[in-house]
């Protein structure tokens, strides 16, 4: 456990920009004793409103379309067993390194709690609802323990917290809170106890835990959810509190360290939502409990991240997804509408970005309930706007472009190789039209061992080989620190926007002595991408291949490729066929839900060998006739 010793003391002894805006020791706990905010009044719902305001939310137009969901999943769930948890299911990861299996059983069961416990609220003169409830919290009760086999240890499991043993202790929680004694007496103690058991305890009597200082969503879901847990169900004059706070807040600094000042989530829209969602669900909690002593919302760099989102969407619904990210990811109304009241520059997306019910596999009861508590009618939305942003740290430019032929996006990437949920990717870029992406990013895989291990980069979605990036030798980027992209330009002008990179490093080939991948994006009414590499050898390599990534199948012309969409628009990919020939090959992989994905790799293959050279591609839209 010295691992974790190591941790808890960094933590402990971070100094960071939160220390400033939260009360320490003594002080911290005097503002909780003094403001005394507990109970409802922390979702600023009054004590004798408690089941009146859940009736006004159902009655609302607002929230129609959720509570509908929430309704259609009851009639699946009502008469269906609650999963088993068998040790055969248990050790399925030990043995294969498959997670699916139990995860599937473990989130249909918080899909069953958080389904039924909303009704609960919504409906509460319905009974069934509640006797329901009952049995799923007794049900998670009886777990052996809230963490998946992926992060459990080999003993002592059940007092081990992962990110969802911590969602299910703060789940637990809030659901004490907002249902309260209509809970079974019995039912309230046992939660109590098992938080008490599994989360508290743990926490604040063992050696630490590995997570207290990584620097992605990790420290701010587990530590965010565990404080808010504690500020649920602890007392004021309970020294806990304090205690339990106190170190949350060198978690979230930890956290916050992983960002640059630019605010780019380097794992991703998806894993933005998950982080930068908990740490806000604590830092709202925080606020309240302490009287508005403690605000985690007033550093700089926090608005930053705040307003990520608007930087990350090329269309719609259409994610700049590098990274462990998905190419379509909808949005938590609820905390977008409470980022943009607290951030007057956080862009309010429409309606039609609402996340579904169901949309979140893993079935997470904050951001479902604060699509409740959260959103806001009066926020409207709109369509994202044409932007261009370059972001510094993370080396991204993303361009947004709605022109009278329709919506265009352009997204590029430099970075290194040794980014939170890594892909060797550096040079990667994405080209959108419509509501349709022609040179994509495949996202993430399947989360299995391997997928985690020495294994990662034999995925196409991982490895270079599944990105829009050069192949060198037959070779592709290696992962590291070391492999690093040197921006040598990045420009966002009216009528182009330009970005240049040297990569070399990303193959460390002793041969290839530079690698420059120049993008120009022009503007147009059916806007254009020139890329250029150019190529610095010690001696002419064996092979050079241009790959570009695209879901849609390739059809060969002369001098060209075309990429034909289904929704009005085709790319046209020019190129020299003396000096480049064009292949391609239809691959699979497994996507994150563990469906099997097409995608084809285009190779622009160069003929001749030399060693100094430029390649150019030039892509094109066009209009078509819709096929749909």
């Excluded at 956080?346 to 893993?362: F, G, K």
């Excluded at 469906?595 to 030399?610: G, I, M, N, P, Q």
Aim: negative net charge; aromatic residues 12%; charged residues 30%.
């Amino acid at each position: 456990m010295r691992e974790a010793e190591i941790a808890k003391e960094k933590q402990e002894s971070t100094p960071g920009t939160l220390r400033q805006y939260v009360p320490e020791g003594e002080a911290l706990r005097r503002a909780l004793i003094e403001s005394n905010v507990t109970g409802l009044a922390l979702y600023g719902i009054k004590e004798d409103d408690r089941e009146a305001y859940w009736r006004r939310l159902a009655a609302s137009p607002d929230h129609k379309a959720t509570i509908d969901e929430i309704r259609e999943e009851f009639v699946r769930l009502e008469k269906a067993p609650t999963p088993d948890l068998p040790y055969s299911l248990f050790m399925l990861y030990r043995k294969q390194g498959t997670r699916r299996e139990y995860e599937s059983a473990y989130f249909e069961r918080r899909r069953r709690l958080n389904t039924f416990a909303l009704l609960a609220l919504l409906e509460p003169e319905r009974k069934e609802y509640g006797e329901l409830l009952a049995d799923a919290i007794w049900a998670i009760c009886d777990e052996y323990t809230w963490s998946v086999p992926a992060h459990a240890p080999d003993s002592n499991a059940r007092v081990h917290v992962d990110l969802f043993a911590a969602e299910t202790g703060f789940t637990l929680s809030e659901i004490a809170v907002l249902l309260g004694d209509r809970l079974p007496p019995l039912i309230r103690e046992r939660m109590s106890r098992e938080l008490e058991e599994r989360i508290f305890r743990p926490y604040l009597e063992g050696p630490g835990f590995h997570w207290e200082t990584f620097t992605h969503n990790w420290s701010a879901v587990c530590a965010g959810s565990i404080a808010s847990a504690a500020m649920l169900t602890m007392p004021s004059g309970d020294p806990r509190l304090a205690a339990v706070i106190g170190r949350a807040i060198g978690s979230v600094e930890c956290y916050l360290e992983g960002f640059g000042e630019d605010g780019a989530c380097l794992e991703g829209i998806n894993y933005w939502i998950y982080g930068f969602g908990y740490y806000c669900y604590f830092a709202d909690l925080l606020y309240r409990r302490t009287g508005g002593k403690a605000d985690l919302f007033a550093p700089e760099k926090v608005r930053r991240i705040a307003t990520f989102p608007q930087k990350s969407y090329l269309a719609g619904d259409l994610a700049v997804n590098f990274s462990d990210s998905s190419a379509r990811k909808k949005l938590p109304l609820g905390l977008l509408h409470y980022l943009a009241e607290r951030y007057p520059d956080a862009e309010v997306p429409p309606a039609e970005l609402r996340a579904a019910y169901t949309e979140d596999h893993c079935s997470r009861w904050a951001p479902i309930l604060r699509g409740f508590l959260w959103f806001d009618p009066a926020k409207g939305g709109s369509d994202w706007a044409t932007a261009d942003e370059y972001l510094e740290d993370a080396k991204w430019l993303v361009s947004r472009q709605r022109t009278g032929a329709g919506t265009f996006g352009f997204a590029a990437k430099g970075g290194h190789n040794d980014e939170p949920h890594n892909h060797n990717d550096i040079g990667q870029f994405i080209l959108l039209a419509g509501r349709e992406t022609f040179v994509s990013d495949l996202g993430s895989g399947e989360y299995t061992a391997d997928y985690f291990g020495p294994r990662r980069y034999e995925y196409d979605c991982n490895g270079s080989q599944g990105h829009a990036v050069p192949i060198v030798n037959g070779a592709g980027q290696l992962p590291g620190r070391e492999s690093a992209g040197t921006v040598l330009e990045a420009v966002c002008g009216e009528e182009e926007a330009r970005f240049a990179i040297e990569m070399s490093s990303a193959y460390r080939q002793e041969a290839l002595t530079s690698l420059v991948r120049s993008f120009v994006w022009r503007k147009a009414e059916l806007p254009s991408l020139t890329l250029t590499d150019e190529y610095a050898f010690s001696a002419p390599p064996e092979s050079v291949a241009e790959r570009i990534v695209t879901r849609l199948s390739p059809q060969a012309e002369s001098g060209s490729v075309l990429l034909r969409g289904e929704a009005g628009f085709a790319l046209r990919i020019a190129y020299d066929p003396s000096e480049l020939e064009a292949r391609s090959e239809r691959r699979t992989y497994r996507g994150h839900m563990g469906r099997e994905e097409t995608w084809h790799a285009l190779d622009f293959v160069k003929k001749s060998r030399e060693p100094n050279f430029k390649i150019e591609l030039r892509f094109d839209f066009e209009k078509t006739e819709e096929t749909n």
